[in-house]
């Protein structure tokens, strides 16, 4: 993989040197790839809609088919192990096996719910069982079960096994689990790049702490389709998309997270004012806009002005731009804003609520900062006062009790992007909420209960890794929580994207994680600020100018 170190990020030689250079394979003639193996250099996968046994090369990601006189006897299989000649494919309810050399699958053991996955190594076969909610250990050639262990997540999740280990990836989830193969024991957990994994093959001799796995993924975006027949000649529809990639992961240990691919973003953020014509002129007039902030997913590694020069500041250790205008008379224009280029990663940090028990009390200087209501909470609301208290129940590790609030929040809440943002107590008896609607009731509820917690984002990039080099921009801005374990520090929680489905249960995917598409910025100041003398007429930001962003994939980066 490319490790892209731009010389100067404006400089025609940073372009070149950030030029997009990646392992993605794209497969062309399959409609999806479930299941992967390795076979010597070359990765198996099938295709459960065409009934393809494919063989892909992961040089060049052209994939031939193994079997073109049994198609049929491969459909709907979403599962594929490879041992010594011989293939195992999960399919319906039965796990059946065949030779490579000449294709006859039959049979092997047949599980009472539908089987998802299956993995291989030496005597022994893994199968993955979403409806059951276990990973089914059985003896390869006998067929009898030897013991099962609970699946690590909610989705459908396919398996690997490599020497001691047993990989997992789960398709809600979005992460890749490696677990202890005898006892389902979790070793480590990592966030994948791209939704949706539904296959997973490990090389020799991987190991927990850092290396690179091959990932599949199955999806389907939304495009313009051109039919020139049509009264319309412009019709939205879908297609496939079809990615092998390989997922590549440091854990450290020490700091208590794991990192995964990243990638080098240039984000440009402007503001264009374009709202004075029937106002006073301002005067003494400074705009404060923070920069990308640097955290254990996260590197600013440069940023230059936009539009007008800019005075760099530093607030509360944060970074910001504070652009100064003497005089903004009616009619007048400007766009001014900055560019960086960040490094981002996935992350997902590795504690559990036996690690917490011991955790120090909350630094007394934390009270007056994070569990107070700050921004109208309404955190003396008898509702909310109430939801408070049903939230945790009788939990008293800190951990599950925040998993226990955002679990209550989902419960309560469901997504709607709302015109203006309401009190919690509001938003509580709607039971609809943007995603700053989520956050202003988790801050409530987490700080009642003596959580500090706090307000951190801004903006998300467009999650098009596969599509580097081009322009994107979001459709909104974003805002997600921190709270804080003492001993530990500041944890990432979302707001609102992993309530996926009513009643749940909820995906933990970006509970103490983020991808990297995430863009963190100016936390625990305003991301933005304007700054007027005493006595000026009182104008917001909105009310002055339009903002603007946008991102680009530069390269790829190594965690």
Not at 319 to 328: D, G, H, M, N, Q
Request: glycine content about 8%.
């Amino acid at each position: 993989m490319l490790d892209p170190i731009p010389s100067s990020p404006s400089s025609p030689d940073a372009e070149r040197s950030s030029a997009f250079t990646s392992h993605l394979l794209q497969p062309i003639g399959v409609k999806a790839v479930y299941g992967l193996a390795l076979r010597g250099d070359d990765l198996l996968a099938v295709d459960p809609f065409r009934g393809y046994l494919l063989k892909v090369d992961p040089k060049t990601g052209d994939a031939a088919i193994l079997n073109p006189r049994h198609a049929a006897e491969f459909e709907q299989a979403t599962g594929l192990a490879h041992w010594e000649g011989r293939v195992w494919i999960a399919k319906g309810h039965s796990i059946y096996v065949t030779a490579l050399d000449e294709i006859n699958p039959v049979p092997v053991i047949t599980l009472p719910y539908t089987a998802d996955g299956v993995a291989v190594w030496e005597s022994t076969l893994y199968v993955s069982c979403k409806k059951a909610g276990y990973i089914y250990v059985y003896d390869r050639d006998s067929g009898h079960r030897i013991t099962q262990f609970p699946a690590p997540g909610i989705g459908v999740e396919n398996i690997s096994v490599w020497g001691d280990y047993l990989w997992v990836c789960d398709q809600t989830e979005q992460t890749v689990y490696c677990l202890d193969r005898a006892t389902g024991e979790l070793a480590v957990k990592m966030l994948t790049p791209f939704p949706t994994p539904t296959g997973i093959a490990v090389p020799p001799h991987t190991q927990p702490d850092q290396g690179t796995i091959w990932v599949s993924y199955t999806n389907e975006e939304p495009y313009v389709r051109d039919d020139p027949n049509g009264e319309d000649p412009y019709e939205l529809t879908f297609r496939d998309v079809t990615l092998i990639h390989p997922l590549t992961y440091r854990w450290d240990k020490a700091q208590n997270y794991c990192r995964t691919n990243g990638f080098l973003v240039e984000m440009t953020y402007v503001e264009e004012i374009d709202a004075l014509e029937d106002a006073a002129a301002l005067q003494n007039v400074e705009w404060r806009m923070a920069f990308p902030t640097s955290t254990d997913r996260q590197t600013l590694r440069s940023v230059e002005s936009v539009g007008q020069p800019y005075e760099e500041d530093v607030q509360n250790g944060e970074r910001v731009a504070s652009f100064k205008f003497p005089t903004l008379d009616p009619h007048e224009r400007h766009i001014f804003g900055w560019k960086a280029l960040i490094e981002v990663y996935g992350i997902k940090y590795q504690i559990s609520p036996r690690q917490v028990e011991s955790a120090p009390p909350l630094p007394t200087e934390f009270g007056p900062r994070y569990l107070i209501d700050d921004d109208e909470l309404a955190m003396d609301s008898p509702l909310i006062q109430a939801a408070a208290r049903d939230s945790i129940g009788r939990e008293t590790n800190l951990l599950r009790q925040v998993l226990s609030i955002r679990n209550y929040v989902y419960d309560k809440l469901s997504y709607a992007v709302t015109p203006a943002i309401e009190t919690p107590d509001v938003v509580l008896e709607r039971g609809r909420g943007s995603c700053g609607e989520y956050v202003g009731l988790l801050l409530a509820l987490m700080r009642l209960n003596g959580i500090a917690c706090r307000t951190v984002g801004r903006y998300k990039c467009p999650a098009q890794a596969d599509k580097p080099g081009i322009y994107l921009e979001p459709d909104f801005n974003h805002v997600w929580i921190e709270f804080y374990i003492p001993g530990f520090g500041w944890l990432p929680m979302e707001s609102n994207p992993d309530d996926i489905q009513d009643g749940g249960p909820y995906p933990t995917r970006f509970f103490m994680g983020l991808p990297w598409w995430h863009v963190e910025m100016g936390k625990g100041i305003p991301f933005e600020k304007l700054i007027r003398p005493e006595g000026s007429p009182d104008v917001k930001l909105g009310d002055l100018a339009v903002n603007h962003m946008r991102f680009r994939i530069l390269g790829e980066l190594k965690p």
